[in-house]
């Protein structure tokens, strides 16, 4: 039996105070009822302006469901088909291997089972979609394909201009014409300039050596159907009861057909979204166009996540119960602590069920105690790469000789500089994509690199600095599913 509930602000307030948020915004969505919206804390922290319900949030993945919808709405009109192989639509996108340049379709894009997983370092650059379409053939798959669903971000942008090549528009307008202007999320928009102008938008926040901390805005626009959704908590309300409503509007019109909306939201493949299956956390064992489909406790459900530097998003709606969630918080990380115990607790109190302190439950969970609670997004690939016996051991080679460009087919081109530190000394610099970083060296041809950002991580990793028949190489742990991606000079 369902009872109707009131978010309790003071549980929120203390789980808030409890994990340093600035600020975050709850919605309770129930059918027949008014949605409950409650805002705490602040959108900018230093200026103390309150959150709102109109506040703007980067939703990040939860990209990945809007992107769904807008295929959806595609293949309704004719422009797409789900199950035929995008190399018709797009010939220019060609994977490592035979098969899947031949036979990937949308269905296999939408629910990750490409074969290839990672590569998030790639997606960030200035060139754009077309470009990093052309660069799939040379990136190489971790697993066969359609064995496994495996997260790609990479594979969603591809999504993305697959939409834009069939039409010949951009996808950011794509979404607004077939997405937010139908179901009428008129403050949801694509573009980072459309969040930054915007005077009533959450600012992002990381907890740094303890203390709250204001991240730059990440640009996501060339990630845009992955990751670059901005909204609010009350145009996130209309988006999850145009879900819940089976595909219509508040005004009942049915924006994609039954059938795809039923597609959209069945297992496509097993997809295991905890990482750590325990009493603890409902996971989500399958994976739809864009949905991650489970159980809570026998109630059947449908999420996704959002994480990106500064901001933690969670949707979510009970298919059969037509209840609805969303939390948006501009904190970095960690987010699962904070959103499953409100999550769970209200689930708890609407159908009645036995009540469970999620609170504690989390908190003394290893991985959520105080020493690493905003550390979970940080990762050292450098372990058992760089050799304990090539430690302080000096570089013979001249480093001005590594100076210039290189490039890889997959990554594309980076370069190697010298610069002089305030002692006098000179070191290495690495640029690639959108960042700089300094490189130490370990010892011999061995060197590392801190501060790398690939997708919600940042990581320390090793780089090597080899020679190929007479030519530089430098070897870069960019992604911890396969090989290093190996740069040659120019």
Known sequence: MKKRISIDVQKIQSELDYWKAPGMTVTLIQEGEQDQIQCFGYRDLEKKLPMTEDSKFC???????????????LVDRGYLDLDTPVCNYVPEMKMWDAEASARMSLRDMLCHRTGLGGYDVIWPNEEGRGHTAERLRYLKPNKPFREVSQYSNLIYIMIGYVAERVTGRPWSEL?????????????????ASEILEDQDHAEPYQVIDGKVTKLPFWNMNMAGPAASVNSTARDMAKWIRFHMNGGKNERGEQII???IFRQIHQPQIAYDDSGRPDEDFYSCDGYGLGWRIGRYRGIWLQKHGGKIDGYSTLQMYLPEEKVGFILMMNLHTPSDPVFYPIVYSMMDSIFGLDEIDWDKRFRERQEYTVQNR??????????????????????SEDIHAWEGSYTEPGYGTMTIETCRAENGAEHLQLSYRDQTLPLHHWGGEYFWMDGVKEDVLTMR??????????QCQVDVWYEPLTEPAQFLKK
């Open 461 to 470: 990793i090793p780089v090597i600095f080899r020679k190929k028949e007479g």
């Open 59 to 73: 939703v990040a993945s939860c990209s990945k469901s809007m992107t769904g919808v807008l295929i959806a709405a």
């Open 257 to 259: 057909s039954e059938e």
């Open 175 to 191: 979404m607004k014409e077939y997405v937010f202007d139908p179901i009428g999320m008129d403050r949801t928009c694509c573009l």
């Open 374 to 395: 905003y550390e979970g997004c940080q990762r050292d690939l450098t372990k058992g790469v760089l050799p304990k016996e090539s430690k302080g051991t000096s570089f």
